[in-house]
C-alpha cells in the first residue's frame, strides 16, 4: 500500500511549510550523501541522488544492497533511519517529516512487499488515500468514478475495487494494486520499488501504462524504479540507470547499462 498515515498533522500540533513550494531551479529530487540505518546497523553508506522533474531513473542492484532502504527513507519510513545526509524535494528539506506529509507534496512508494490489511474495500482506502493527498474529502461517488476511469485505462478487470485490500490477493493483483494506486493519487515523484517483480506479460503492461498515463496527466512526473529486470526499463526508457552496490551508488549511466548487468552481473563490483 502507498505510505499514507492517517493522522493529520494539524493533530499533531506541527507546523508545515505549503506542501509544494518549490525552490526555483531545484531538481524534482535531490539525495545527498544519505546514511541509513534499519534496526541499528548502517545499511545506505552515503548516497547521492538527483533526478529531474519528468526523468525517469532505474536503480539496480544485487539482493540486500539496499534499494528497498532507500526507497523507504525516501517516503520516510520511520523504520529506517536517517543517520545523516538530506532528502530534498523541489528544494525542500524533507528528510525529518513523516510519510503522510511526504505523500502530501506528491510523493509516492509502491511497495516491493505490499501489505495485506483484511476487510478494508480498496475504494474506500484510496478514498481516504485520495483525502490525504489532496487535503480535502473526497466523496465516494468521486472514488468510484475515477476508480472506475482508471481500471479503464489500465486495462484492470472493473470489478477489482470491490476486492478488499490486498487481502488473497495474489502477487500480481498486489503490484497492480499499487499502480492503480499510484494512478488515483496523481503523483509527482513515484518510486516503484520492484512493481515489475513476479508480474506476467500483461501485468508488465499494466505498470507501464501506469506510468505513461499518469505522465500524460502530470508531465513533470519523476518516476525512480527499482527493478532487476531489463524488460521493464525496455517498456519506461530510463533516462538514467544507477547501480546500487553494498549501500553505495557505485555506477550511473544511459540504459545501455542495464544490458550489460543482464549480461554480467554484479561480479565487477564483487571483490
Ligand atoms: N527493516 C529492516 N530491519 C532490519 N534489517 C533490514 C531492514 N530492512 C532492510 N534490512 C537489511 O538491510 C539490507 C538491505 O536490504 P534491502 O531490503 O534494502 O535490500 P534490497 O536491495 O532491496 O534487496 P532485494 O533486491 O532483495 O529486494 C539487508 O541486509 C536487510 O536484511
Ligand atoms: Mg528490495
Given amino acids: 500500500m502507498a505510505q499514507t498515515a492517517p ?5 499533531r500540533g506541527e507546523l508545515e511549510q505549503a506542501p509544494g513550494a518549490v525552490a526555483a531551479g531545484a531538481p524534482l529530487l535531490q539525495v545527498e550523501d544519505l546514511h541509513v ?6 545499511i545506505l553508506h552515503g548516497v547521492d541522488l538527483a533526478v529531474g522533474e519528468g526523468e525517469l531513473h532505474a536503480i539496480m542492484g544485487p539482493n540486500g544492497s539496499g534499494k528497498s532502504t532507500l526507497a523507504n527513507a525516501l517516503l ?6 536517517v543517520l545523516s545526509g538530506r532528502v530534498l524535494y523541489r528544494g525542500e528539506d524533507v528528510t525529518s517529516l513523516p510519510p503522510d506529509a511526504r505523500a502530501r507534496r506528491g510523493m509516492f512508494l509502491a511497495f516491493q512487499y505490499p501489505e495485506e490489511i483484511p476487510g478494508v474495500p480498496i475504494s474506500q482506502f484510496l478514498r481516504q488515500a485520495a483525502a490525504e493527498r ?7 461517488l468521486e472514488v468510484r468514478v475515477r ?3 482508471w481500471l479503464d485505462r489500465l486495462g484492470m478487470d472493473p470489478t477489482f475495487g470491490e476486492r ?3 487481502d488473497g490477493f495474489s502477487g500480481g493483483e498486489k503490484k497492480r494494486n499499487e499502480i492503480l494506486q499510484m494512478a488515483l493519487l496523481q503523483p509527482d515523484l513515484a518510486v516503484l520499488d520492484e512493481t515489475d517483480s513476479g508480474l506476467d506479460i500483461d501485468g508488465l503492461r499494466t505498470v507501464a501504462r501506469g506510468v505513461e498515463e499518469v505522465r500524460l496527466a502530470r508531465p513533470g512526473l519523476g518516476v525512480v524504479v527499482v527493478t532487476h ?10 533516462d538514467r540507470v544507477h547501480v546500487l552496490f553494498d549501500g553505495r551508488i557505485v555506477e550511473s549511466s544511459g540504459p545501455e547499462l542495464a544490458a550489460r548487468l543482464e549480461r554480467d552481473g554484479y561480479e565487477a563490483w564483487r571483490r
Fill in 7 to 11: 493522522v493529520a498533522p494539524a493533530a
Fill in 134 to 140: 489532496t487535503g480535502s474529502p473526497v466523496s465516494v
Fill in 76 to 81: 520516510g519510513n520511520p523504520a529506517y533511519e
Fill in 229 to 238: 529486470y531489463r524488460r521493464i526499463l525496455d517498456e519506461l526508457s530510463p
Fill in 37 to 42: 540505518a534499519a534496526e541499528g546497523r548502517e
Fill in 164 to 166: 478488499h485490500l490486498n
Fill in 147 to 149: 476508480l472506475r476511469e
